[in-house]
């Protein structure tokens, strides 16, 4: 569906030339839904902006449903841009506007005549659940409603692609899930095709198939979003990783523990898929001479399965330890020994 | 009390008001519709918009900002061969229009650009990834949404009009100025030059009013 191909986007600046993109190569499947996460200067928000001819890249090609988006311009490119839709941080909707104003204006774009618009109005305000609130005006709405009419304004002329630009990050957490619902629902539903970009672990744990991360204008890892969050490679995406999987006050607590239990060993456990459902700990405590305390747990859901961490404390002899530890990888369990006690 | 009122000569009182608003209603349409043009021109050639283009950028700004420099008084005397090679006569509130409207326009142009300024350059932006055209965007959205800020654009441009047809009036565009300056000043009759400022003073309030008015009803912000 989309196809990125040594992709460069150079700005000239005062200190030289700025390389906001350098040379990125992706492919995004039909109905998939693709991450780009990065801090923020990662290029990121370059990279998308070029799907939809809003930057041009300075060398390489964007193909997106089969229309080459870095050559076509003009008439052509205002087409295709309708087969292309956006939603945005600021959600920059029209104030003037009410909200089935805003959702008939790509219509009004696209030319559609005023009887089909307010029907195709009608069927998106129930899709994204603003009923009641058509007439309101955006100032009226909350950040999730605003993020609602911008997703129903992107839907409007039934595009095959939906580019989300940091779509929720100007919202509190609980929006953030409910507006993530709403677009993996969406994506089921009509198999459309997702490219969000964010600096959010949680969004991409939550909602994506596939997840690119960037730095400093290059993809540095690429992978279906499990595998990723199983095997991070780069230091940067195990940060990311880290921020669903290892929430602050971890490091607190071991900290805490490793002063109380001199001895023994602090122990990351990974699981992944069937490995979350053996009696690891049980035969742990049976099988070896140990003593094992949990300190934290935490279960996290992707699209494509289940994604796990526990922090245990092992003590006994350092032998001992060894040996469970050993055991621990023989079962397909991540381990990470976070430091000697 | 009645000696005084009767120094004033009611009728042409009526008729100076009548043509201070012909005068004012005339120059700021045309004031709206040139300002509007020209202040589009200069917000949407500037560097990173949609028409981005320096040459014109440069020609619309030096225009505006030459003719918005010169003080009225001195405009009207410098377009005196223009307004009789256009209407052929110096008298008359039509004679004042063509200065009217060139000493307001890119005044108000100038407030036009920053008005379309102040919309988040973001909306623009989703409007051309929906593929909007040009005429999409000015007409859809950056006039509709600078549309409170033109309307307390024009409203200030009206006021600042109306105080010009008074200038206009000291050399023989007629209206209040006229009137207060004719039988107020070289009559020496203070009373009347009162009188006419009172009717002035009702003129602007009236505009004020009606501005106010609609900028708040179009602001849903």
């Known amino acids: 569906m989309i196809s990125i191909k040594n992709v460069q986007k150079i700005f000239p600046s005062k200190q030289g030339q700025l390389k906001a993109v350098d040379d990125v190569n992706l492919e995004v499947k039909e109905g998939e839904i693709f991450g780009v996460i990065g801090y923020s200067g990662a290029g990121k928000s370059t990279l998308i902006r070029m799907l939809n001819g809003l930057e041009l890249p300075t060398n390489g090609t964007v193909t997106v449903a089969g229309r080459v988006i870095s050559k076509i311009k003009g008439s052509e490119l205002r087409k295709a841009r309708q087969e292309i839709s956006m939603i945005f941080q600021h959600f920059n909707l029209l104030w003037s506007r009410t909200v089935s104003e805003n959702i008939a204006f790509p219509l009004e774009i696209a030319g559609v005549n005023s009887a ?14 603003l009923e009641g609130r058509e007439n309101a005006y955006p100032a009226q709405l909350s950040g999730g409603q605003k993020q609602r009419v911008g997703i129903a304004r992107a839907l409007a002329n039934n595009p095959k692609v939906l580019l989300c630009d940091e779509a929720t990050s100007a919202l509190d957490p609980q929006t953030t899930d409910s507006i993530l619902d709403l677009l993996v629902d969406i994506n089921k539903r009509l198999g459309l095709t997702i490219v969000l970009i964010t600096h959010e672990m949680h969004v991409i744990r939550k909602i994506c198939h596939k997840v690119a991360v960037m730095e400093s204008g290059k993809v540095v890892e690429l992978g279906p979003v499990l595998d990723v969050f199983k095997n991070p490679k780069q230091p940067i995406t195990k940060r990311f990783v880290q921020q669903v999987t290892e929430p602050e006050e971890t490091k607190e607590t071991t ?43 935490k279960i996290s859901h992707t699209q494509n399965g289940s994604y796990g961490t526990l922090f245990i404390h092992l003590d006994g002899q350092s032998s001992e330890i060894q040996k469970a ?14 430091s000697n006690g | 009390m009645a000696d005084f009122m009767e120094m004033v000569k009611w009728d042409k009182l009526i008729e100076a008001t009548r043509e201070t608003m012909y005068m004012t209603s005339i120059s700021v349409f045309a004031t709206f519709v040139l300002g509007l043009l020209l202040g ?13 283009n320096r040459t014109v950028n440069v020609v619309v700004a030096g225009f505006v900002n030459i003719f918005r420099s010169i003080p009225f008084i001195i405009l009207v005397v410098l377009l005196i061969p223009f307004t009789k090679l256009l209407l052929g006569t110096m008298l008359g509130a039509n004679a004042a229009l063509p ?38 965007i000015i007409f859809k959205v950056l006039i509709p949404e600078s549309l409170p800020a033109l309307i307390s654009g024009i409203t200030v441009t009206a006021i600042s009009l109306v105080g010009f047809t008074a200038m206009a009036g000291v050399i023989g565009a007629g209206g209040l100025g006229n009137f207060a300056y004719l039988y107020g000043f070289q009559g020496n009759k203070p009373f009347v030059t009162l009188v006419a400022t009172i009717a002035i003073l009702i003129v602007v309030f009236i505009v004020q009013f009606i501005g106010d008015y609609f900028t708040k009803k179009t602001d849903k912000r």
Not at chain 1, 283 to 289: A, C, K, P, S, V
Not at chain 1, 327 to 338: K, M, R
Not at chain 2, 40 to 52: E, P
Not at chain 2, 124 to 129: D, K, L, N, V, Y
């Open chain 1, 255 to 297: 900290d805490h523990l490793l002063e109380r239990y001199p001895e023994g060993q602090v122990v990351q456990l990974t699981f992944v898929g069937e490995a979350t459902e053996q009696p690891l700990i049980t035969n742990l405590i049976r099988d070896f001479d140990v003593v094992v305390n949990i300190l934290q747990g």
């Open chain 1, 116 to 129: 089909r618009r307010k029907k195709r109005v009608e069927e998106l305000i129930k899709l994204v659940g």
């Open chain 1, 325 to 338: 530890i050993d055991y621990i990888h023989s079962q397909q369990v991540g381990v990470e020994v976070i």
């Open chain 2, 99 to 136: 200065a009217l409207i060139i000493g307001a326009a890119p005044f108000y142009a100038r407030m036009v650009e920053i008005a379309l300024r102040e919309i988040d350059k973001g909306v623009i932006e989703a409007s051309q990834s929906m593929g909007a055209t040009h005429g999409h």
């Open chain 2, 40 to 52: 589009l021109l200069l917000f949407l050639t500037d560097k990173g918009n949609i028409w981005a």
